[in-house]
């Protein structure tokens, strides 16, 4: 059984692993439907290989972007998503605010109970 970890997004560059496979795999990226140029796969140890690609440009915007990795065949390995812009700033205040008031209150039965 294969399994796709993310690693990290650097400077526009997804990385990632596939581990279980024992031959070159053959995989692709896609966004929007659209293959993706340049996946690299090499080697790092028996069985795992690092799979890295640039995302487009137009990933890289405001608004939710997802990617899919999947075999020639179809058959989907993993995805992931990059979101950015003012898309996600107010769901992060939001949450934020209810954390903060979840602590307050918290904080408060836990001095009720010291005293």
């Known amino acids: 059984m294969s399994r796709?970890?993310?690693?990290?997004?650097?400077?526009?560059?997804?990385?990632?692993?596939?581990?279980?496979?024992?031959?070159?795999?053959?995989?692709?990226?896609t966004y929007q439907g659209v293959e993706i140029a340049d996946?690299?796969?090499?080697p790092i140890a028996d069985n795992i290989?690092?799979?890295?690609f640039p995302l487009p440009l137009e990933m890289l915007s405001d608004g939710?972007?997802?990617c899919i990795i999947s075999w020639t065949t179809g058959e989907?390995?993993?995805d992931f998503t990059v979101i950015a812009g003012d898309v996600l700033a107010?769901?992060?205040?939001?949450?934020?605010?209810?954390?903060?008031?979840?602590l307050n209150l918290l904080k408060t039965v836990v001095r009720r109970g010291l005293s």
């Open 4 to 29: 796709l970890t993310h690693s990290e997004l650097r400077n526009g560059i997804w990385s990632g692993r596939l581990e279980g496979i024992s031959e070159t795999p053959d995989v692709i990226a």
């Open 39 to 42: 996946v690299s796969v090499k």
């Open 49 to 52: 290989w690092g799979l890295d």
């Open 64 to 66: 939710v972007h997802s």
């Open 76 to 78: 989907k390995i993993g």
């Open 90 to 102: 107010g769901d992060l205040r939001a949450e934020i605010e209810q954390l903060r008031a979840e």
